[in-house]
Structure formats: structure tokens, C-alpha cells
């Protein structure tokens, strides 16, 4: 900013210091909070423990915790688990969207097939389809199979809703339009219903990530040779709280890194909204 | 008073008739509208909101068949056919996905002009649209006004005997409106096309028509022609010409009229809807 105006000058020790603060980026100061809020709760859930007010072995040691993390990630099958866990949760949210999307677009081009459908998709998508678990693992067997289709089920009904309702607002004067332009049906779905309906669906794949990652841990959860789901019920039934929090985390980094990447995606995809 | 002269028009609608079914109660929207409109020339319609304007206008263009009557385009009866028409209307309907190049030829590439050609074609036109420097910036970027003339570029570059537009300046300010009246004037005059267009502005449709056609409230037809005799080319000018002040005169007691009766048939509506 080159113009004479300036903000009020702050005066003394206070100015001072928060000079110096306010020359750090901004976004390394928000991770350098970032990075205290969790050694502030490690410390003191570890403090806890050695204290005895919490037990190490119901609840679990932070130091053990990154011991054991370590040790499986180095010798035992964390990353095997990870990867099974990671190419489950892609298959079903690829495939989810793909058929969902096809699904609900076909309903748009085919009007008398979203009245029929209509009053078994609402029921569809108020049940929730982990209920649907127990047929699957038995038709699909424990593999990934099972994982995948439970993953499938969660993010179809999603993106079919997503795209059938998108497909309901395009605007009708647009439409009109490409009438008057003499546009065949073809024409005005890849020029006028397929670019609205995408942003659409594309801003609910954070949302549908989501979905077919609990499709396979809770897949992995009820009956499973690998997983991540898998590793957190096997240590728990052995009540090796530390595995299970070791497995946990793993958890967490990986749902949040598959979130920065559908996110850049996302990102990548709708450029033209931002200027 | 005779609506239709005798002639050849490049436009004729006849006896055109429109009714809808609607919550049990049938509405009549069109009632024999009868209007021609000469080649080359610019013909305004006018009257009250809900008169069945843009119904008429659907119509003329082939978009929606009407209950009865029939629409002839140099003398010959057209059915259901709609390439002989460019529409606009009020709203810009730009494709905010799509940069102005590429929303401009939306009409040519249906048509099927290969992208390539369709963009050279109206890269042409930018600076006569005072768009010049904007075929890549997206619909969101522009002003009211730019849009407009965008949209109006788009529907002008597929080349169609007869244009319609619908309120093209509606929803743009008194100041840019007027500048896009003269701008679209002097488009219109190095084009020579035919156009209809629609207005609830009756300076509006003095300052751009050869022709006025005044619509009566529901079911809507036509209750009166005037025709502008004030010289070409028009400017800003023109609106203190004694001939425009004495047509202005005219015309707003004939719409006031028909908007007092739609005003009456809405009746409670009115308020209930508000």
C-alpha cells in the first residue's frame, strides 16, 4: 500500500511486541497455534497418566502411543492398512458418483422415470445404508469387494440426489433459449444442464469423501482381513488402546489429507467461479 | 380504426388466440391478436404486466404453438419452426461457465459452425459492441449493460430474418438504459434487420419504433397502432421533439387505461400476493 494514510500508531511495550508478532505471516502464526494447541493436550493427557488420574491402560499414553505408532508403521502392516483402506474408500466414491450422477441425469431426460422412482429414492436416502452391511459382507464375502460396495452405497444415493435436484433448477428462461435457438435435447443437456448441474456435484464431494470412507472402515469394522477399520476393532478387542489411538490418528491424517485433495480438485475444476 | 394494412409484412401474426388450463380455472391469455410487422422495420409492443406479452412473443417465435390463429413469415405460414428467429430477453442468460467469446457464438456453434470460425466471425464485432478487450472475461466480471450488449451480440450474429426482444433493457439503470437505446439504434441501423420488441417504457418505445402496438389487459390483444413519424437518425434530442411529446401524451393515456382494467382484475390479488 503506497498511500499516505496509515493505521493509528500504537504506542509503547504493547506496540512493540505486537509489531514484532504481526511481521510473522499470517499463516505461520495460525500453524504456530496450530502446534501449541496440540502439545498443550498431549502434555497434559501424558502429564494426566503419569500422575495416575488417568489409567495408561484403558485410556491410553501419548509417549507409548508414537512408540507403538512407529513400530507398526515401520513393522507391522499400518501402511498395508492404510493403502487396503485408501483403494476401498476411492473405488466407492469414484464409482458412487460416476453411476449416481448417470443415474440422476437420466431422470432428468426421462421425466416419467423420475416419477416413478421418485418416492424409493427419498427411501433409500432416509435409511441409513450401513444397514445394509450384514446382505453385503454375506453376498460379497469379507473381501473388498464388500468394503467397496458399502462405500458405493453410502455415495451413490448422494450424487444422484445431488445431480436429479440440480437438474430441477436449471433456469427455464435458458432453456427457452436454446429452444429458440432450435438446440436438439442433446445440446441442451452437454451446453445448458450438464455445466450447471456440475459445480453442484462437485461441491458435495467433500461431503460424499466422507460418506465412502465410513462405507469401508464400518465395512471393515464388522468383518475384515485389512483396513484400517480392521486394525482399530482387532486392537481394541485385544484392549491395546494405544494401537487403537496409533490406528485412529492414521485415520484422521488420511480422511484429512483425502480432504485437501478432493478440495484442490474442487478447486482446480470450478475456476471460472472465482474472478 | 384498421390494425393490419394490406400489404407484405415480414411478420404477420393473425387472429393468434391463447388459453391455458390452469388450477382448474381456465385463463385466457391472448384473445385474436392480430399485427404485422414490415420488413426492416422496428415495431414496440406495449401494455400492462401480465398482458401476455412474452406468451405472444413465444409464439411468434415458434417456440410454443398457440390455441388458434396462425403466424406468417413473408406471406407464408409457419408451423412450429423456429430458425427464422433470434430472441433476447430481459435477462442476459449468459452461460457464466463460459467466457464472452464463447457465449456470444452459443447460437452459431447450435447451428453447427465449427467453434473455430464462430469465434472468428464475432471476434469481428467486439469493438462496434464496445466489448473490446473483455472476450475473455466471464459473464460475472461485466457490468449490467456490457452483459446485455453481450447478449444481444450473440443474438444478432446468427443472422435470422426477424429478432425478438423481450424488455432487453428492464433490468439496467435509467442512465445506462438510455445509452443502450441509442447504441442499440445505431446497431439496428447498420444491421437492417426486422424487430419486435417489447417494452413497459413508453419513451422507450417512441425513441426506438416505427411502429407502436398497444396491448390491452388480459386476454391480451391488440387495442391500438401508432406509428412514430419522427425523423432518423434519432438522438437524445428527440425526446423533446413536440411530435414525441404529443405521441407520449397519447400513449400513456391508451396503457394507463389497460392498466387500471389489469390493476382492477387482479383486484385483492394484489395485496394477497404481496
Given at each position: 500500500m503506497a498511500t499516505g494514510l496509515r493505521p493509528l500508531e500504537v504506542t509503547g511495550k504493547r506496540a512493540a511486541r505486537s509489531r514484532s508478532w504481526t511481521r510473522v505471516p499470517a499463516t505461520l502464526r495460525v500453524n504456530a497455534w496450530r502446534v501449541l494447541l496440540l502439545a498443550v493436550i498431549f502434555s497434559a493427557w501424558e502429564a494426566a497418566v503419569n500422575q495416575g488420574s488417568i489409567s495408561a491402560q484403558f485410556v491410553g499414553k501419548p509417549s507409548i502411543i508414537a512408540r507403538q505408532w512407529v513400530d507398526v508403521a515401520l513393522h507391522g502392516t499400518l501402511f498395508y492398512d492404510t493403502w487396503v483402506t485408501l483403494t476401498e474408500t476411492f473405488a466407492g466414491f469414484g464409482s458412487g458418483i460416476l453411476i449416481g450422477a448417470a443415474c440422476g441425469f437420466l431422470m432428468w431426460w426421462w421425466p416419467g422415470l423420475a416419477r416413478v422412482l421418485d418416492p424409493f429414492l427419498v427411501m433409500l436416502n432416509s435409511t441409513?445404508?450401513?444397514?445394509l452391511a450384514p446382505v453385503i459382507i454375506i453376498v460379497l464375502?469379507?473381501?473388498f469387494n464388500s468394503k467397496w460396495a458399502l462405500s458405493f452405497a453410502n455415495v451413490v444415493i448422494v450424487a444422484w440426489l445431488t445431480v436429479y435436484e440440480g437438474t430441477k433448477v436449471v433456469d427455464r428462461d435458458l432453456v427457452t433459449l436454446m429452444r429458440a435457438l432450435n438446440a436438439s435435447r442433446w445440446q441442451i443437456f452437454t451446453k445448458i444442464v450438464y455445466p450447471t448441474v456440475l459445480p453442484t456435484l462437485i461441491s458435495t464431494f467433500k461431503i460424499c469423501i466422507g460418506f465412502a470412507l465410513i462405507g469401508a472402515v464400518v465395512g471393515e469394522f464388522i468383518?475384515?482381513?485389512?483396513?484400517l477399520g480392521h486394525f482399530i476393532w482387532k486392537s481394541g478387542s485385544i484392549y491395546e488402546l494405544n494401537l487403537v489411538w496409533a490406528g485412529i490418528f492414521t485415520l484422521m491424517i488420511v480422511s484429512f489429507l483425502v480432504y485437501l485433495v478432493i478440495d484442490r480438485f474442487e478447486r482446480a475444476l470450478l475456476s471460472w467461479r472465482r474472478s | 380504426m384498421p390494425i393490419v394494412e394490406n400489404h407484405r409484412a415480414k411478420l404477420r401474426l393473425e387472429r393468434i388466440g391463447m388459453e391455458f388450463e390452469g388450477a382448474g380455472a381456465r385463463v385466457v391469455?391472448?384473445?385474436?391478436v392480430t399485427m404485422e410487422v414490415r420488413e426492416n422495420s422496428f415495431v414496440s409492443i406495449v401494455g400492462?404486466?401480465?398482458?401476455?406479452k412474452s406468451t405472444l412473443f413465444s409464439i411468434a417465435a415458434g417456440i410454443i404453438e398457440p390455441s388458434y390463429g396462425e403466424v406468417y413469415l413473408d406471406g407464408k405460414r409457419v408451423e412450429r419452426?423456429?430458425?427464422y428467429v433470434s430472441y433476447m430477453l430481459q435477462?442476459?442468460?449468459?452461460?457464466?461457465?463460459?467466457m464472452i467469446l464463447d457465449n456470444v457464438i452459443l447460437g452459431l456453434e447450435i447451428g453447427g459452425v465449427p467453434k473455430r470460425e464462430a469465434r472468428e466471425r464475432a471476434r469481428a464485432l467486439f469493438g462496434r459492441y464496445g466489448?473490446?478487450?473483455?472476450?475473455?472475461?466471464?459473464?460475472?466480471?461485466?457490468?449490467g449493460g456490457m452483459r446485455q450488449r453481450a447478449a444481444l451480440m450473440r443474438t444478432l450474429?446468427?443472422?435470422?430474418?426477424l429478432v425478438l426482444l423481450d424488455?432487453?433493457?428492464?433490468?439496467?439503470d435509467a442512465l445506462t438504459r438510455s445509452l443502450m437505446q441509442e447504441w442499440l439504434l445505431q446497431i439496428w441501423e447498420g444491421s437492417q434487420r426486422t424487430v419486435v420488441f417489447i417494452t413497459h417504457d413508453i419513451e422507450e418505445a417512441i425513441f426506438l419504433s416505427d411502429q407502436i402496438y398497444v396491448m390491452s389487459a388480459?386476454?391480451?390483444?391488440?387495442?391500438a397502432r401508432v406509428d412514430v413519424n419522427l425523423p432518423r437518425p434519432?438522438?437524445?434530442?428527440s425526446h423533446t421533439d413536440a411530435r414525441f411529446v404529443a405521441l407520449k401524451d397519447h400513449l400513456l393515456h391508451l396503457v394507463r387505461e389497460e392498466s387500471l382494467r389489469a390493476f382492477e382484475q387482479q383486484g385483492s390479488g394484489v395485496f394477497a400476493g404481496a
Amino acid at each position: 500500500m503506497a498511500t499516505g494514510l496509515r493505521p493509528l500508531e500504537v504506542t509503547g511495550k504493547r506496540a512493540a511486541r505486537s509489531r514484532s508478532w504481526t511481521r510473522v505471516p499470517a499463516t505461520l502464526r495460525v500453524n504456530a497455534w496450530r502446534v501449541l494447541l496440540l502439545a498443550v493436550i498431549f502434555s497434559a493427557w501424558e502429564a494426566a497418566v503419569n500422575q495416575g488420574s488417568i489409567s495408561a491402560q484403558f485410556v491410553g499414553k501419548p509417549s507409548i502411543i508414537a512408540r507403538q505408532w512407529v513400530d507398526v508403521a515401520l513393522h507391522g502392516t499400518l501402511f498395508y492398512d492404510t493403502w487396503v483402506t485408501l483403494t476401498e474408500t476411492f473405488a466407492g466414491f469414484g464409482s458412487g458418483i460416476l453411476i449416481g450422477a448417470a443415474c440422476g441425469f437420466l431422470m432428468w431426460w426421462w421425466p416419467g422415470l423420475a416419477r416413478v422412482l421418485d418416492p424409493f429414492l427419498v427411501m433409500l436416502n432416509s435409511t441409513p445404508r450401513i444397514a445394509l452391511a450384514p446382505v453385503i459382507i454375506i453376498v460379497l464375502g469379507i473381501g473388498f469387494n464388500s468394503k467397496w460396495a458399502l462405500s458405493f452405497a453410502n455415495v451413490v444415493i448422494v450424487a444422484w440426489l445431488t445431480v436429479y435436484e440440480g437438474t430441477k433448477v436449471v433456469d427455464r428462461d435458458l432453456v427457452t433459449l436454446m429452444r429458440a435457438l432450435n438446440a436438439s435435447r442433446w445440446q441442451i443437456f452437454t451446453k445448458i444442464v450438464y455445466p450447471t448441474v456440475l459445480p453442484t456435484l462437485i461441491s458435495t464431494f467433500k461431503i460424499c469423501i466422507g460418506f465412502a470412507l465410513i462405507g469401508a472402515v464400518v465395512g471393515e469394522f464388522i468383518s475384515a482381513k485389512a483396513g484400517l477399520g480392521h486394525f482399530i476393532w482387532k486392537s481394541g478387542s485385544i484392549y491395546e488402546l494405544n494401537l487403537v489411538w496409533a490406528g485412529i490418528f492414521t485415520l484422521m491424517i488420511v480422511s484429512f489429507l483425502v480432504y485437501l485433495v478432493i478440495d484442490r480438485f474442487e478447486r482446480a475444476l470450478l475456476s471460472w467461479r472465482r474472478s | 380504426m384498421p390494425i393490419v394494412e394490406n400489404h407484405r409484412a415480414k411478420l404477420r401474426l393473425e387472429r393468434i388466440g391463447m388459453e391455458f388450463e390452469g388450477a382448474g380455472a381456465r385463463v385466457v391469455a391472448l384473445a385474436d391478436v392480430t399485427m404485422e410487422v414490415r420488413e426492416n422495420s422496428f415495431v414496440s409492443i406495449v401494455g400492462p404486466s401480465g398482458c401476455g406479452k412474452s406468451t405472444l412473443f413465444s409464439i411468434a417465435a415458434g417456440i410454443i404453438e398457440p390455441s388458434y390463429g396462425e403466424v406468417y413469415l413473408d406471406g407464408k405460414r409457419v408451423e412450429r419452426r423456429t430458425e427464422y428467429v433470434s430472441y433476447m430477453l430481459q435477462k442476459d442468460l449468459l452461460l457464466p461457465w463460459r467466457m464472452i467469446l464463447d457465449n456470444v457464438i452459443l447460437g452459431l456453434e447450435i447451428g453447427g459452425v465449427p467453434k473455430r470460425e464462430a469465434r472468428e466471425r464475432a471476434r469481428a464485432l467486439f469493438g462496434r459492441y464496445g466489448l473490446q478487450g473483455f472476450e475473455n472475461h466471464y459473464p460475472h466480471q461485466l457490468s449490467g449493460g456490457m452483459r446485455q450488449r453481450a447478449a444481444l451480440m450473440r443474438t444478432l450474429l446468427l443472422d435470422r430474418p426477424l429478432v425478438l426482444l423481450d424488455e432487453p433493457f428492464g433490468a439496467l439503470d435509467a442512465l445506462t438504459r438510455s445509452l443502450m437505446q441509442e447504441w442499440l439504434l445505431q446497431i439496428w441501423e447498420g444491421s437492417q434487420r426486422t424487430v419486435v420488441f417489447i417494452t413497459h417504457d413508453i419513451e422507450e418505445a417512441i425513441f426506438l419504433s416505427d411502429q407502436i402496438y398497444v396491448m390491452s389487459a388480459r386476454p391480451g390483444h391488440m387495442k391500438a397502432r401508432v406509428d412514430v413519424n419522427l425523423p432518423r437518425p434519432r438522438s437524445i434530442a428527440s425526446h423533446t421533439d413536440a411530435r414525441f411529446v404529443a405521441l407520449k401524451d397519447h400513449l400513456l393515456h391508451l396503457v394507463r387505461e389497460e392498466s387500471l382494467r389489469a390493476f382492477e382484475q387482479q383486484g385483492s390479488g394484489v395485496f394477497a400476493g404481496a
